[in-house]
């Protein structure tokens, strides 16, 4: 029998089309995010081996092609924010990375996988040794290349695409359910570093490269998988104008209007729209005010608009330049710091491997995993800081206590500073033990001593990244208006990039010097006739030049926002949780408000750029 048309109707109507974005999309953007972490973070640490042994390189060799590649990887999610904000949008541009990612770990797998990708055996007098040819040189370089360009397009996306599918200003629930959103995503990014950092490296120890780059390659393809099968449910927010084209568009006019005079104070007359926050510029770098000068009352229309906006800039507009200017000196500070750690993580790998790693019982810690006790400084003093050491301080002395941003920073580069001091006391006395028993020519060789005397230094290099990182990027976004919060996200990997190309300069430099006449390396591929212990010696010296140039930046800046504003981030009424505050920064500003550092949340929204960033390549992301 026919069903009743009015009936169908009814039907139809009670089925609404679902509304996409929720929850449901969250499994798949997290599983996509803690897969992409596994597989990239477990490829790094024991990357230096790979290049010595199965391709013959030497150490300044192998370790300057590690240093490229986490520029790289530092330096395109820069590239991969400004297409998203402005072409792609984000699920496109998450896509496309996960995808990269996916065929440059494959290639690197086929480097372990064909024989013929990479110099042949030369341990038999039958087999003497060849060089990498350079379609091998080629094969690999591709393998970084490629996984660079996919780290692009997922790091500087995945968090915020995360939480466009829940927000929801119109849900009573919805600050926990950002909540629930966020702890989930730092509880799996945490899960993922530890499994990378020991689970991969385990199999790469005991299983070898085939196993230990297949698995990695599986996860990412896993990873593709699971974000692209829940494209139809994804909310797909529209590509908004990117902060770029106004930079550009200040420094056109400044140059344009330089040789122009200021009208008289009585006379002058600044352009701002109706919802700026700033209605007259500072006097700080005065010349650039030019570009937001009305000379003539027809560049205005009667709507207060501008009616040619190539010809004049807004006040907001030209402080956002001014601020991005100011603040980076005290940026180049921090470079310094970030090449130690990118510096230390591979000369550690072959210290480690020369000292003796069993624990009580017979375990044996793998090389590669001595990074973990960084990993737990970190964290140990987040929940320290936070959850204790403030509170604890604040009770005692009756009033808030907190210890502003750039004093954080400060204590972050003198604890780098002292990691390195350490690393050479303890390099200094195992290479001592080594010649002692005979092992100048042979550095596969076990020296008597415990490789957990390398411990010292990972905790401080993890103090002064839990000190001066976590800080950093409160920094920037207590200081830069809402509208650069993409820029302000981007800072951190971007002076990791530009670390890592200094400690290649560094590096190369040295190696060149010391090794004139035919004398030994500083940093030769044998550790035992090297002199690793020296060039931490000079590292920590530019560090304690760096310091007192961090010093001397920091007293021309100023006062910081914090400061400025009278705010202390410990009075819990002034802000919401970490969680509500990283999602305003993240979603796109209804209008330029500047906020003070008392919204900043500081050790959690930090987090995940540490494990971006920091981790991404500094073994080696970052950097949020």
């Known amino acids: 029998m026919e069903e009743p048309s009015h009936q169908r109707n009814v039907f139809k109507q009670e089925s609404p089309k679902r509304k996409k974005g929720g929850f449901i999309t969250i499994p798949f953007i997290i599983a996509n995010e803690a897969l992409e972490k596994v597989a ?67 290639i690197l797998w086929l480097t372990a996988m064909i024989p013929q990708a990479k110099p042949g055996p030369c341990n038999l007098q039958d087999h003497p040794c060849k060089s990498t040819s350079t379609p091998q040189y080629l094969l690999l370089l591709s393998a970084f290349i490629v996984m660079s360009i996919g780290a692009g397009g997922t790091r500087p996306c995945s968090l915020a695409f995360g939480a466009d599918q829940i927000d929801n200003k119109d849900n009573p629930m919805n600050e926990r359910i950002l909540e629930r959103f966020f702890g989930w995503y730092y509880a799996s990014a945490a899960v ?14 005991h299983f070898g490269w085939k196993l230990g780059f297949g698995i990695p390659a599986l996860l990412m393809f896993l990873s593709t998988v699971f974000f692209l099968l829940a494209s139809s449910l994804y909310i797909k927010p529209k590509v908004k104008m990117n902060l770029f084209s106004s930079f550009v568009q200040v420094i056109s006019l400044c140059y344009k209007k330089r040789k122009l005079t200021f009208p008289s104070p009585d006379s002058i007359k600044w352009y701002s729209l109706k919802d700026s926050e700033r209605l007259v510029p500072t006097d700080k770098l005065r010349f650039m005010n030019k570009a937001c000068v009305i000379w003539n009352s027809e560049e205005i229309g009667p709507d207060g608009v501008a009616s040619n906006p190539c010809n004049i800039c807004t006040v907001d507009q030209v402080e956002e330049l001014k601020t991005l200017i100011r603040v980076l000196p ?19 790998l072959l210290q480690a491997k020369s000292m003796d790693r069993h624990l009580a019982g017979g ?53 780098s500073f002292m990691s390195m001091v350490v690393a050479a006391i303890v390099e200094h006395i195992r290479r001592r033990k080594a010649i002692q028993q005979g092992l100048s020519d042979n550095p596969s060789g076990l020296v008597v001593m415990s490789a957990y005397w390398l411990v010292p230094q990972h905790v401080l290099g993890g103090l002064a990244e839990a000190f001066n990182s976590i800080a950093q990027t409160e920094f920037y976004y207590s200081e830069f208006p809402k509208s650069m919060s993409s820029i302000a996200s981007a800072m951190f990997g971007l002076g990791m990039a530009f670390a890592n190309l200094l400690g290649s300069a560094i590096l190369n430099t040295v190696n060149h010097v010391t090794s004139e006449g035919g004398k030994v390396s500083w940093t030769s591929t044998n550790i035992n006739k090297g002199h690793y212990e020296s060039y931490y010696w000079l590292l920590a010296i530019l560090s304690a030049v760096n310091l007192f140039y961090f010093l001397v930046c920091s007293w021309a800046y100023g006062p910081c926002a914090e400061q400025r504003n009278g705010v202390r981030r410990d009075n819990k009424k002034s802000y919401g949780s970490s969680e509500e505050e990283m999602l305003r920064f993240i979603k796109p500003p209804e209008k330029n408000d500047r906020v003070n550092v008392g919204e900043i949340p500081e050790s959690r929204s930090a987090l995940p750029e540490l494990l971006n960033v920091q981790y991404s390549l500094a073994g080696e992301n970052r950097s949020a």
């Open 363 to 415: 375990l044996e810690i793998p090389a590669a995993s001595f990074v973990i006790f960084t990993i737990a400084t970190i964290f140990t003093w987040i929940m320290l800081y936070d959850r204790i050491l403030v509170p604890l301080a604040s009770k005692i002395r009756g009033k808030p206590v907190h210890l502003d941003t750039k004093v954080r920073m400060g204590i972050g580069l003198f604890c």
């Open 40 to 106: 990239s973070l477990g490829l790094l640490p024991n990357m230096i081996m790979y290049l010595i042994r199965e391709y013959r390189m030497e150490f300044t060799e192998g370790q300057n092609i590690l240093f490229f590649w986490s520029a790289a990887t530092n330096f395109l999610p820069l590239v991969g924010a400004f297409l998203s904000d402005s072409f792609l949008g984000r699920f496109s541009t998450i896509a496309l990375g996960s995808t990269f990612s996916f065929l440059g770990m494959f």
């Open 192 to 205: 993922a570093v530890v499994l990378a950092f020991t689970g991969i490296v385990y199999i790469q120890d």
């Open 330 to 348: 005290l940026w180049s500070a921090a470079i310094m710091m970030s090449v130690n750690i990118s510096t230390q993580s591979s000369f550690v």
